[in-house]
Protein backbone atom coordinates (compact mmCIF):
# COMPACT_ATOMS: atom_id res chain seq x y z
CA UNK A 1 0.00 0.00 0.00
CA UNK A 2 2.82 2.07 0.91
CA UNK A 3 4.88 1.69 -2.43
CA UNK A 4 1.35 2.14 -4.30
CA UNK A 5 0.80 5.10 -2.89
CA UNK A 6 4.36 6.09 -3.26
CA UNK A 7 4.16 5.15 -7.09
CA UNK A 8 1.52 7.58 -7.33
CA UNK A 9 2.80 10.27 -5.42
CA UNK A 10 6.05 10.11 -7.72
CA UNK A 11 3.82 9.97 -10.85
CA UNK A 12 1.72 12.92 -9.72
CA UNK A 13 5.17 14.73 -9.27
CA UNK A 14 6.04 13.80 -12.85
CA UNK A 15 2.90 14.93 -14.43
CA UNK A 16 3.08 18.18 -12.73
CA UNK A 17 6.71 18.53 -14.08
CA UNK A 18 6.05 17.56 -17.54
CA UNK A 19 2.60 19.89 -17.17
CA UNK A 20 4.80 22.63 -16.52
CA UNK A 21 7.43 22.03 -19.06
CA UNK A 22 4.75 21.90 -21.50
CA UNK A 23 3.25 25.27 -20.71
CA UNK A 24 6.67 26.90 -20.80
CA UNK A 25 7.33 25.72 -24.08
CA UNK A 26 6.96 28.29 -26.55
CA UNK A 27 6.97 32.47 -26.12
CA UNK A 28 4.10 35.03 -27.33
CA UNK A 29 4.98 37.76 -29.34
CA UNK A 30 2.55 40.51 -29.72
CA UNK A 31 2.25 44.44 -30.75
CA UNK A 32 0.64 47.08 -33.29
CA UNK A 33 1.45 47.82 -36.48
CA UNK A 34 0.99 52.16 -36.93
CA UNK A 35 0.95 53.32 -40.37
CA UNK A 36 0.70 56.71 -42.51
CA UNK A 37 -0.67 57.14 -45.71
CA UNK A 38 -3.77 54.80 -45.43
CA UNK A 39 -6.91 54.72 -43.25
CA UNK A 40 -5.51 51.45 -41.21
CA UNK A 41 -3.15 48.83 -40.79
CA UNK A 42 -5.80 45.67 -41.12
CA UNK A 43 -4.33 43.12 -42.59
CA UNK A 44 -0.69 43.44 -42.15
CA UNK A 45 0.84 39.99 -42.22
CA UNK A 46 3.76 40.26 -39.72
CA UNK A 47 5.67 37.02 -39.79
CA UNK A 48 9.19 35.34 -38.23
CA UNK A 49 11.18 35.61 -41.77
CA UNK A 50 13.10 31.93 -41.10
CA UNK A 51 13.60 29.32 -39.13
CA UNK A 52 15.29 26.46 -39.53
CA UNK A 53 14.21 22.99 -40.95
CA UNK A 54 11.23 22.47 -43.04
CA UNK A 55 7.60 22.97 -41.95
CA UNK A 56 4.62 21.25 -43.49
CA UNK A 57 1.45 22.80 -44.59
CA UNK A 58 -1.37 22.95 -42.90
CA UNK A 59 -4.02 19.52 -42.85
CA UNK A 60 -6.73 21.69 -44.45
CA UNK A 61 -7.13 23.15 -47.29
CA UNK A 62 -7.00 27.29 -47.19
CA UNK A 63 -9.91 28.84 -48.87
CA UNK A 64 -10.54 32.31 -50.81
CA UNK A 65 -14.08 32.56 -51.60
CA UNK A 66 -15.60 34.52 -53.64
CA UNK A 67 -18.90 36.38 -52.91
CA UNK A 68 -20.68 39.46 -54.34
CA UNK A 69 -17.75 40.33 -56.29
CA UNK A 70 -15.39 40.37 -53.80
CA UNK A 71 -12.92 37.83 -52.67
CA UNK A 72 -12.78 36.57 -49.00
CA UNK A 73 -10.52 37.15 -47.40
CA UNK A 74 -8.64 39.75 -48.81
CA UNK A 75 -5.29 38.54 -47.61
CA UNK A 76 -4.66 34.75 -47.06
CA UNK A 77 -1.06 34.13 -45.43
CA UNK A 78 -0.21 30.12 -45.49
CA UNK A 79 2.79 28.37 -45.18
CA UNK A 80 4.37 26.57 -48.53
CA UNK A 81 3.07 23.59 -49.91
CA UNK A 82 -0.44 24.49 -48.39
CA UNK A 83 -3.48 23.89 -50.68
CA UNK A 84 -5.97 26.81 -51.45
CA UNK A 85 -9.28 26.15 -52.77
CA UNK A 86 -11.41 28.72 -54.60
CA UNK A 87 -14.93 28.60 -54.32
CA UNK A 88 -17.19 30.33 -56.39
CA UNK A 89 -19.79 31.33 -53.83
CA UNK A 90 -21.20 33.99 -55.85
CA UNK A 91 -24.19 34.17 -58.52
CA UNK A 92 -21.91 34.79 -61.57
CA UNK A 93 -19.06 32.90 -63.04
CA UNK A 94 -15.56 34.04 -62.26
CA UNK A 95 -12.20 33.54 -63.19
CA UNK A 96 -9.14 33.54 -60.87
CA UNK A 97 -5.60 34.18 -62.06
CA UNK A 98 -2.25 35.79 -60.62
CA UNK A 99 -0.37 37.68 -63.00
CA UNK A 100 3.59 36.95 -63.99
CA UNK A 101 5.92 37.76 -61.58
CA UNK A 102 4.20 36.28 -58.46
CA UNK A 103 5.65 33.75 -56.48
CA UNK A 104 2.84 31.46 -58.49
CA UNK A 105 1.42 31.87 -61.44
CA UNK A 106 -1.90 30.37 -62.07
CA UNK A 107 -5.23 30.90 -64.47
CA UNK A 108 -8.46 28.66 -63.24
CA UNK A 109 -10.16 29.79 -66.29
CA UNK A 110 -13.58 30.99 -66.18
CA UNK A 111 -16.08 28.59 -63.98
CA UNK A 112 -19.90 28.30 -62.67
CA UNK A 113 -21.37 29.31 -59.52
CA UNK A 114 -20.87 26.38 -57.04
CA UNK A 115 -17.59 24.90 -58.69
CA UNK A 116 -14.38 24.70 -56.71
CA UNK A 117 -11.11 25.13 -58.01
CA UNK A 118 -7.87 24.12 -56.45
CA UNK A 119 -4.00 25.58 -56.54
CA UNK A 120 -1.04 24.46 -54.18
CA UNK A 121 1.17 27.26 -53.29
CA UNK A 122 4.36 25.66 -53.68
CA UNK A 123 6.63 28.55 -53.94
CA UNK A 124 7.47 31.37 -50.96
CA UNK A 125 6.38 35.12 -51.71
CA UNK A 126 3.35 37.54 -53.18
CA UNK A 127 0.80 36.21 -55.29
CA UNK A 128 -1.65 38.49 -56.34
CA UNK A 129 -5.24 37.44 -57.00
CA UNK A 130 -7.49 38.87 -60.36
CA UNK A 131 -10.69 38.50 -62.30
CA UNK A 132 -10.89 38.29 -65.62
CA UNK A 133 -14.52 39.35 -65.76
CA UNK A 134 -14.13 41.83 -62.72
CA UNK A 135 -12.01 44.32 -63.07
CA UNK A 136 -12.27 45.43 -59.21
CA UNK A 137 -11.71 42.37 -57.54
CA UNK A 138 -8.55 41.30 -56.61
CA UNK A 139 -6.67 40.08 -53.41
CA UNK A 140 -3.60 38.44 -52.15
CA UNK A 141 -2.17 34.86 -51.06
CA UNK A 142 1.40 35.64 -49.47
CA UNK A 143 3.11 32.31 -48.55
CA UNK A 144 5.55 31.95 -46.03
CA UNK A 145 8.59 29.76 -45.19
CA UNK A 146 6.81 29.06 -41.51
CA UNK A 147 3.34 28.57 -39.55
CA UNK A 148 5.14 31.48 -37.25
CA UNK A 149 2.69 34.57 -38.52
CA UNK A 150 -0.37 36.69 -37.58
CA UNK A 151 -2.41 39.39 -39.55
CA UNK A 152 -3.61 42.45 -37.78
CA UNK A 153 -6.75 43.77 -37.32
CA UNK A 154 -8.69 46.87 -37.80
CA UNK A 155 -6.07 48.37 -34.79
CA UNK A 156 -3.40 46.67 -36.64
CA UNK A 157 -2.85 44.55 -33.21
CA UNK A 158 -1.47 40.75 -33.77
CA UNK A 159 0.01 37.77 -31.73
CA UNK A 160 1.84 35.41 -32.86
CA UNK A 161 1.86 32.27 -30.57
CA UNK A 162 4.00 29.15 -28.78
CA UNK A 163 6.93 30.51 -31.41
CA UNK A 164 9.93 28.21 -30.52
CA UNK A 165 12.55 30.29 -28.48
CA UNK A 166 15.37 31.64 -30.25
CA UNK A 167 16.96 34.98 -32.30
CA UNK A 168 14.59 35.99 -35.27
CA UNK A 169 13.88 38.88 -37.84
CA UNK A 170 9.89 39.85 -37.27
CA UNK A 171 8.89 40.94 -40.75
CA UNK A 172 5.69 43.02 -42.36
CA UNK A 173 4.26 42.46 -45.30
CA UNK A 174 1.61 44.64 -46.63
CA UNK A 175 -0.02 45.54 -49.91
CA UNK A 176 0.43 49.35 -49.55
CA UNK A 177 2.71 49.87 -47.09
CA UNK A 178 6.91 49.76 -47.13
CA UNK A 179 8.34 46.33 -45.13
CA UNK A 180 10.14 46.55 -42.10
CA UNK A 181 11.94 44.32 -40.02
CA UNK A 182 13.00 43.98 -36.52
CA UNK A 183 15.64 41.54 -35.01
CA UNK A 184 13.64 39.66 -31.60
CA UNK A 185 15.04 37.53 -29.27
CA UNK A 186 11.83 34.55 -28.15
CA UNK A 187 12.18 33.06 -24.44
CA UNK A 188 10.24 30.33 -23.37
CA UNK A 189 6.84 31.30 -21.24
CA UNK A 190 7.88 35.08 -22.32
CA UNK A 191 6.12 37.32 -24.29
CA UNK A 192 8.15 40.06 -26.83
CA UNK A 193 6.09 43.12 -27.52
CA UNK A 194 7.30 44.47 -30.79
CA UNK A 195 5.78 47.63 -32.60
CA UNK A 196 6.06 48.72 -35.91
CA UNK A 197 5.75 52.66 -37.86
CA UNK A 198 5.36 51.83 -41.62
CA UNK A 199 4.89 54.45 -44.08
CA UNK A 200 3.24 54.20 -47.33
CA UNK A 201 5.29 52.68 -50.54
CA UNK A 202 5.91 55.00 -53.04
Known amino acids: MTMRNGIFSLTGVLSLILGANLAMAGGTITGTVNCKGIKNP ?21 VMDQQNLVFIPHVLPIVVGTSVDFPNSDTVRHNVFSPAGSAKVFNLGTYDVGVIKTVVFDSIGEAPLLCNVHAEMSSFVVTLQNPYFAITDKAGAFTIKDAPPGKYTLTTWHERLKSASQGIEVKDGDTVTVDFKLKERR
Do not use: S
Open 42 to 62: RDTIVYIEKLDGNFAPQETHA
